[in-house]
């Protein structure tokens, strides 16, 4: 790996607080936003990232209000995803003090959304979250992987390698790849899913869902992750941040 590798603690805003839950049910509070982000940067976060799990648009100006206060108390790259519809919402996060928008569900239904933002802020603003998940309910995909949305309710049919691939090529600085079967459930990341997407795709890749013990960390960058990105497990104190770039640098990966 010619990059240090990131850690990346991730926020699921929902009404202006941190929740977290498993495969995205069970919801349980962990915070304030601001105060958790603030936290993190100090103690050694590479990035942080907010995702909106409600993302509708009565919910809107609480997210913008939670980036303009993260973003003047934390000196580390900001991402900010959730309910990413058109080029417009990406000027506004990066107004609000976003470095970083992440686009899912909209490019799945409109994939020139990818270009058009790459085009008009360019490839490093834009990260293409890929919700996926093992084909179930006689789904078959070439790769074994389907994109999902609502959270890993629903299927679409669509590749998630393919899908990835194709992200970054019309334009997708990053691609944040989440496990949806794994998500919350701390049983470590979906390792056969991270090396087929780092096959097909020369962009950074962070991987998403199922962190639970350092090791976890550590197997995700050896599959090919370029950032590993968790939540519970930093929120409830399970793990902390260095602990995890400790274990990643005995195992002889560079951490920043």
Known sequence: MGVAVRLI???DVDAGRVVKGVNFENLRDAGDPVELAAAYGAAGADEVTFLDVTASSGNRETTYDVVR?????????LTVGGGVRSPED??????AGADKVGV???A???PELISDIA???GNQVLVLSVDARRCQDGTVTPSGFEVTTHGGR??????????????AELGAGEILLNSMDADGTTDGFDLDMIAAVRKVVDVPLIASGGAGTVEHFVEAAQAGADAVL???VFHFGTLSLQEVKDAMRAAGIEVR
């Not at 206060?69 to 790259?77: D, I, L, M, S």
């Not at 990406?90 to 107004?95: G, I, N, P």
């Not at 299927?155 to 992200?167: H, K, L, M």
């Open 9 to 11: 603690p991730c926020l």
């Open 69 to 77: 206060r993260t973003a003047e108390q934390v000196f580390v790259p």
């Open 90 to 95: 990406v000027d506004t996060l990066l107004r």
């Open 104 to 106: 899912n569900t909209a």
């Open 108 to 110: 799945i239904a409109r």
């Open 119 to 121: 085009r008009r802020f």
């Open 154 to 167: 629903q299927g679409t049919g669509i590749d998630a390698v393919e899908w990835a691939r194709r992200g």
């Open 230 to 232: 968790a939540a519970s």
